[in-house]
């Protein structure tokens, strides 16, 4: 199956710091998510992008298809940004996971 | 608009018992597919029902059992309890779609089930 490496595996900034995290995987994919996991274990979801760039807010994501990596921007990061971003693809039906990246946003 | 349900919160069984856990999906979808995330790894996918069936499976064992009903709500069903069955346990929905080319269609997740087994 495919294989899901995202780095670095653990983050720790100051408030106002940018970020970037990164998403490598081993095959083609059809779909590619981020999500925010909170403390109490709920998968928010980012971006939905198998390819191209797209922007919500300080966050914005990037995939390289043909490349096999996809990246994730977090700009004037706040305590609220910390946490665990998971990056997700699907090859065939269903999604295949990371191990995540855990973001510590420091006051 | 109500996103993904699921009931119970937290549960806490001993080993041997069987648990079943639910998940009702966002509206308009009509895919439901189960994750298990043990502490400090990603979610794994345990299987996926659409149109009442399974369709996908991950690498499971047949403890794990499932089923959906005509309103697309679904069930997770564990039998046998072993500890290593403590989790976090994650339902997401998706639209399908009549082409099935939904497959590819964004999921969302549901506030999860937390089973910890004694």
């Known amino acids: 199956g495919i294989q899901v490496e995202q780095s670095p595996p653990d983050l720790i900034l100051q408030e106002g710091a940018n970020s970037t995290l990164r998403c490598n995987f081993s095959?083609?994919?059809?779909?590619l998510q981020w999500f925010h996991q909170n403390p109490w274990g709920q998968l928010i979801n980012l971006f939905y992008i198998p390819s191209g760039t797209k922007q919500n807010g300080r966050l914005s994501a990037t995939t390289v298809a043909t490349e096999r990596y996809s990246l994730l921007y977090i700009s004037s990061s706040q305590t609220t940004d910390s946490g665990v971003y998971f990056c997700?693809?699907?090859?065939?039906?269903?999604?295949?996971f990371g191990k995540g990246t855990m973001l510590l946003v420091s006051p | 608009d109500a996103g993904v349900t699921q009931s119970p919160t937290h549960l806490i069984k001993t080993r041997g018992q069987q648990v079943t856990l639910r998940c009702s999906p966002k509206?308009?979808?009509?895919?439901v597919s189960w994750y298990q995330q043990a502490l400090g790894q990603g979610p794994q996918f345990i299987f996926q029902?659409?149109?009442?069936?399974?369709?996908q499976r991950g690498n499971f064992p047949d403890r794990f059992s499932g089923h959906q009903f005509p309103n697309y709500s679904s069930e997770l069903n564990v039998n046998a309890l072993l500890l290593g069955d403590s989790a976090l346990y994650l339902c997401?929905?998706?639209?399908?779609?009549?082409?099935?080319?939904?497959?590819?269609?964004?999921?969302?997740f549901g506030p999860g089930t937390r089973l910890t087994v004694l």
């Open positions: 509206s308009g979808h009509d895919t």
């Open positions: 997700a693809v699907v090859g065939y039906s269903t999604l295949t």
């Open positions: 029902y659409y149109e009442e069936e399974e369709r």
């Open positions: 095959d083609s994919v059809n779909n």
């Open positions: 997401a929905s998706s639209s399908l779609g009549l082409a099935g080319g939904g497959a590819y269609n964004e999921q969302f």
